[in-house]
């Protein structure tokens, strides 16, 4: 069956400091990953998404990137931090076309 | 572009009771999906129910049903027989090909 991990669970980061958070899938081969952030009592917002390596479709303009190293591994990173960084980060898998989303636990991030 | 709209932030409903969330989106396209997610405050996402635009028929389970309008281009969630397990927050998304675009979320309370 398919999984996915994403790490860390929380991150507390100083304004400017680097951010480098991951998310894997296992049990499944080329699928469609994405990148969401939720703020606090708010929906979720699509930042990018991969339809295969290399492949980046950047959705908001800001302050963040994301790159697909290996089929089953999609990384979100920041090179500075700014303080309206700080959500909720779900990362999320599909198989492609139309099908639903399968979504990680999150990772909590508090820019201090 | 595609957007997903939930006009309702929050909603209450009696254990036991019925409640309806409502949905709609906006899209040129004919061949898409449709879900609803619910998110409990673990925070994990889970698939509630989903159904293809080209089936006329509303999809259900077990106590969740959709009534699935497209020419009016809306999606809204019926919840029957409540449970205070019921009780979380519920999006709305809709996908065409490789993205997945989410409502703002409607936040459901279940009164015992």
């Known amino acids: 069956s398919q999984t996915i991990h994403q790490w860390p669970a929380t991150l507390v980061q100083p304004v400017g400091s680097p951010l480098s958070l991951e998310c894997t899938v296992e049990?499944?081969?080329?699928?469609?990953l994405y990148w969401y952030r939720q703020a606090a009592g708010r929906g979720l917002q699509l930042l990018f998404y991969?339809?295969?390596?290399?492949?980046i479709s950047s959705e908001v303009p800001q302050n963040l990137s994301a790159s697909r190293p290996q089929d089953r591994q999609f990384i979100l990173s920041s090179k500075k931090l700014l303080l309206s960084d700080s959500g909720f980060y779900l990362c999320?898998?599909?198989?492609?076309?139309?099908?639903?989303?399968?979504f990680g636990q999150g990772t909590r991030l508090t820019v201090v | 572009a595609q957007t997903v709209t939930q006009s309702q932030p929050e909603m209450s409903v009696q254990e036991a009771e019925t409640v309806t969330l409502s949905c709609t989106y906006d899209?040129?396209?004919?061949?898409?999906?449709l879900f609803w997610y619910k998110q409990p405050p673990s925070r994990q996402m889970i698939l509630v129910i989903r159904?293809?635009?080209?089936?006329?028929q509303n999809a259900t389970e077990n106590r969740f049903s959709v009534n699935f309008q497209k020419a009016a281009k809306s999606f809204s969630l019926k919840i029957s027989d409540s449970q205070l397990g019921d009780a979380a927050m519920y999006f709305c998304?809709?996908?065409?090909?490789?993205?997945?675009?989410f409502g703002t979320g409607t936040l459901l309370a279940v009164q015992p």
């Open positions: 899209t040129s396209e004919s061949d898409y999906y």
């Open positions: 999320a898998w599909s198989a492609h076309l139309n099908t639903e989303a399968f």
């Open positions: 998304a809709y996908r065409r090909i490789n993205k997945l675009i």
């Open positions: 049990g499944t081969s080329n699928p469609n």
């Open positions: 991969s339809v295969g390596i290399g492949q």
């Open positions: 159904q293809e635009a080209y089936k006329q």
